[in-house]
Structure formats: structure tokens, C-alpha cells
């Protein structure tokens, strides 16, 4: 009998009619990422500090490191805290109140690190900083301007870069404000520009559109607008700073939409994503997620999605709340080393940091029997028994779970945070002898496969490109015990779906599909 077959998997193309896609190729996933020539079950995540949970539902997270110690900072909707895994400290500001974040109006927190010190900001109040290593809590900007508040502040160099600036309740929405140059633990010692100095404002755009963030690219500071974009470069002298326009057509979604990785920006457009270096700029989603990603973005809370260098991995995490949702509940996975997309479930989540995560304060956590659930045979483990369950110079994803006052730490363990997850890559369209006239009948699969468990295969098939694919009954598959799976479905185009749904792992390399040809219609 003639076999179809299918080899290393490449990616999910949800745009595009199936039919037409190479078998590589995958028209759905569920928790699913591309690497190492493989298809495999995502990794799931856990709560690295279950001593004591967030004292307030985080919606952003910023890991800070000061001599021997490590602590994250998370902010609420009215108050920012510190924990090193153990206890949570409140640092919010002791003068000036409570915070009043509007995610509604304003958006989330941005966060960053400038010359070793924290900086929040929400744009409502005042910005946000650490004013030394030894303070006890945040305070307002040191030496920021009286009764103004911005969109966003982000590091650039030595310069703080302010965005959108609302100046005694008047917005100027196209407006850039810089403070002098500070380094060593220091702030900006003025931002109003004088001979002495290199403090300045200016203000950019002639398309009526207003900023919503920026962000360091290599040697510049770009800015993006809601429909273009502009690019920041420091000449010195008494202009410090020059602008030009960079894309007269492509701006961003929202604040915290963009990325740097390998000099390149990762940009969540107004419907599209986007990759450049600064001088030109490529879709990297048309014909394959654009159309999907948008359609399932709820149209109310957009603004809440934000992207996330998952550096380990090489994926860049575009978090977006799905149609009827306030918080991040899924994300689209890109691995730029294998140019791929990918679906991952998310627990309502507004941020993710970037750092070291410690599942306890003193580092001392280890792998032990006793804090496994799975058998001796099903358990796995790319660690060591008695190691310690983090490394001191690997960069971790801490999620900060709003929906439930979590933090969550991702790509850990085979569970979301000890419940059972579905790994799912499905294919339809499929036709196996390459004749859309021919009705095919599958006999068995065999699959290219590892894991720790058993999986699930389900074969479909319709009459058209375009019907409804039906499943027969699923078949389970032990890839230490099986190689393949006797199957019966008939019709000219073929599905087929795996399916993991147990804390195990799983990854596919390819598969064989074993046919007869019944005859044309």
C-alpha cells in the first residue's frame, strides 16, 4: 500500500486554506512548541513561591538584584511590593497615596531598570523610582517636573526618555522629554534644559496620531505612535538628540508591544506583527496568524497585550486576552530560530518579568522524591536529584497572575501549576496521493514520537476542502511500547490530530500515514 509522509514539523499556518500547505505544516495547536526538529508538548508552569502568595493581584513584575540579593517587584493597582520569595514588603511611596492605575485609560505598568534602580510608571501618577539601593520604598521621580505624568518612560543609554506628557492636566500627546544624562546609581538631576546640561523636550509627528511607547534598539531609541514610527539618535551638542520618521505606515498596538531580540524590534502592529532593525521592516504574520491573532483579540481590552523575550527558548510571547476575557488567558508563540508559531493557554495573566527567579529565599529549594506526584517510571526530568531547581545566571519568565494573585514562574514541570493540561496539533486537509478526485482510505499511523506517556491519535476525513472533517473514535498510542496505530477513515481529504492530555511529555517528529485508493469521484 502506497504511505503518505509527513517529516520534521515546522510550524502552525492558521491562515492560509490547509490544503494548500506543505504537511510540515499545521492548520492548529494547543500548548505547543517548534524546536530542535521536533513538535513538542509545551512545558507548564508553577508557583516558585508558595510560602506566602502576592499580597495584591500583580499586574506587572520586575526582578532587581542588589549585591548578594534578589527580589521581585510587583505592582497592583495601587501598590507596588517586593518579595524575596519568602516575605512580600510593601514599597509603595509613604507620600502622595495610593497609586491609581487605569488600565481602561491609561494601560498597564511599564518597568524598567535605569543605572541599577527601579522605575515604575502607569500614567496616571507620577513616575516611579528606587531613589538608592537602600531605600525602603518607592517614591516620585527624583527632581521630576511638578504636575506632569507620561504614558511611558523607558532607559536609553544614560537618558531617561518620557513619552505623551500631560503637563498641569493639558496632554500633549506628541510630546518627548528627556532628563540630563546620570549615571552610577543616579537619577536625572533636572529635565528642563539648560546651558549645563543635557536635559530637552521636543515634540514629533505630522499624521495625527499620538505615542504610545518606546524602546532602545541598538544604538538608538525608537518611538512608536499609534499608526507610525520614529527613530531617536543622540548627535550631542545643543540639539542632543535628532528625529526622523522611520515607518509612515506601521505603528503600535499598545504600550508594552514591543521587544528587542538579536538587534531587531518584535513589533505588535494595529493588525499585524512586524520585525526591523531600524532601517526596514518585514511581516513576519501575513498569510499565517495576522487574520486569527486579531479575530480572537477582545476588542474591549486589547490594549492589555504585551510581548515577552522568552531568551531561553529563543520565542518572543505575544499575551492577549481572548474574546470575552479582561486579562492575558493565551499567547501566540513565535520561535524566531525556526521561524514558527505556536498557541500556549495562560492563567490571566497583565505581565511578564524578565530575571532570576529563586523558589526560595535562600536559593536552597532541590529536586526531592518526595515533591513528585508522578510513578518512578512516568517521572522525568532534565535535572539532577538533589540540585538546586534554579540557576543563578539563567533568565526566567515569572508571569504575574492577576486573575487569581499568583506569580507564576513558566516552562516548568508538565502541569499548570498542578492541573492536567491538552496538548493538541492538529492537521486537516491533507491529500495523500496528491489527487483531490480520489477517495483514500487510511489504514495506520505511525508516528515518529517520544515521551514519558501515553498519547492520543484521532483520523478524520471529508469529501471537501472546505466540509466538516469527521473524527473517528481516538486511538492511544505508548511510544515505549507502540509504533503505530491501525486506523479507518474515508473520504479525498484526511485529518489527522495528536493529542496529549496527562502530565507527561510529548513531541513528534513526523508521521506515516498507510493508504488505498477506493477510487474518483
Avoid at 2 to 29: A, R
Avoid at 399 to 413: E, K, N, V
Wanted: hydrophobic share 35%.
Amino acid at each position: 500500500m502506497p504511505i503518505f509522509q509527513s517529516n520534521t514539523p515546522k510550524g502552525m499556518v492558521k491562515d492560509s486554506n490547509p490544503t494548500t500547505l506543505p504537511p510540515e505544516f499545521f492548520s492548529h495547536t494547543e500548548n505547543v512548541r517548534f524546536e530542535d526538529s521536533a513538535a513538542k508538548k509545551i512545558s507548564g508552569h508553577d508557583n516558585p513561591f508558595p510560602v506566602a502568595n502576592p499580597s495584591v493581584a500583580p499586574y506587572q513584575v520586575l526582578n532587581w538584584a542588589t549585591g548578594q540579593n534578589n527580589y521581585w517587584f510587583y505592582a497592583g493597582t495601587a501598590k507596588i511590593y517586593r518579595t524575596d520569595g519568602s516575605t512580600h514588603t510593601d514599597f509603595t511611596r509613604t507620600s502622595g497615596g495610593d497609586y491609581s492605575t487605569n488600565l481602561t485609560a491609561q494601560g498597564n505598568w511599564d518597568v524598567s531598570i535605569f543605572n541599577g534602580l527601579p522605575i515604575f510608571n502607569n500614567g496616571v501618577d507620577d513616575p516611579q523610582c528606587l531613589a538608592n539601593t537602600g531605600a525602603n520604598n518607592f517614591s516620585d521621580l527624583t527632581n521630576w517636573a511638578a504636575n506632569t505624568v507620561c504614558k511611558a518612560i523607558r532607559p536609553y543609554g544614560n537618558y531617561l526618555i518620557s513619552l505623551n506628557l500631560t503637563e498641569s492636566s493639558v496632554n500633549f500627546p506628541n510630546k518627548v522629554r528627556w532628563g540630563d544624562a546620570a549615571e552610577n546609581n543616579a537619577l536625572p538631576s533636572t529635565w528642563t534644559a539648560g546651558a549645563t546640561n543635557d536635559a530637552g523636550a521636543t515634540t514629533i509627528g505630522d499624521n495625527g496620531d499620538f505615542i504610545v511607547d518606546g524602546f532602545a534598539l541598538k544604538q538608538s531609541f525608537v518611538i512608536y505612535k499609534e499608526k507610525t514610527t520614529w527613530i531617536m539618535n543622540y548627535i550631542g551638542g545643543n540639539l542632543v538628540f535628532s528625529f526622523q520618521k522611520l515607518f509612515d505606515d506601521t505603528g503600535i498596538l499598545s504600550k508594552n508591544c514591543a521587544c528587542e531580540f538579536n538587534g531587531r524590534h518584535f513589533v505588535v502592529t494595529n493588525g499585524d506583527i512586524i520585525v526591523h532593525d531600524g532601517v526596514s521592516k518585514k511581516s513576519i504574520a501575513s498569510d499565517v496568524i495576522k487574520r486569527t491573532l486579531f479575530d480572537e483579540i477582545d476588542s474591549t481590552n486589547y490594549a492589555n497585550t504585551f510581548v515577552a523575550h522568552n531568551i531561553q527558548k529563543g520565542e518572543i510571547w505575544v499575551s492577549y486576552p481572548t474574546v470575552g476575557s479582561t486579562f492575558c488567558n493565551k499567547a501566540l508563540i513565535y520561535n524566531y530560530n525556526t521561524s514558527s508559531f505556536s498557541f500556549r493557554d495562560l492563567p490571566g495573566i497583565l505581565g511578564i518579568g524578565l530575571g532570576v527567579v529563586s523558589p526560595t529565599s535562600d536559593g536552597s529549594t532541590s529536586i526531592l522524591w518526595s515533591g513528585q506526584s508522578q510513578s518512578w517510571i512516568a517521572y522525568s526530568t532534565t535535572e539532577s536529584w538533589g540540585e538546586r531547581a534554579y540557576n543563578p545566571t539563567e533568565t526566567s519568565m515569572l508571569m504575574a497572575g492577576t486573575s487569581d494573585t499568583r506569580l507564576y514562574r513558566a516552562d516548568q514541570g508538565f502541569d499548570f501549576a498542578g492541573n492536567n493540561f491538552t496538548m493538541l496539533l492538529e492537521r486537516k486537509g491533507l491529500v495523500l496521493d496528491n489527487n483531490p478526485n480520489t477517495v483514500v482510505q487510511v489504514r495506520k499511523v505511525t508516528p515518529r514520537f517520544a515521551g514519558t506517556g501515553s498519547a492520543e491519535v484521532f483520523v478524520g476525513s471529508s469529501m471537501s476542502p472546505n466540509g466538516t472533517y469527521t473524527y473517528k473514535a481516538q486511538q492511544s498510542i505508548n511510544p515505549n511500547s507502540q509504533n503505530k496505530v491501525d486506523a479507518r477513515a474515508t473520504g479525498k481529504y484526511i485529518a489527522i490530530k495528536f493529542q496529549n492530555t496527562t502530565a507527561t511529555t510529548f513531541e513528534l517528529n513526523g508521521y506515516d500515514i498507510e493508504y488505498e485508493v477506493l477510487g474518483g469521484r
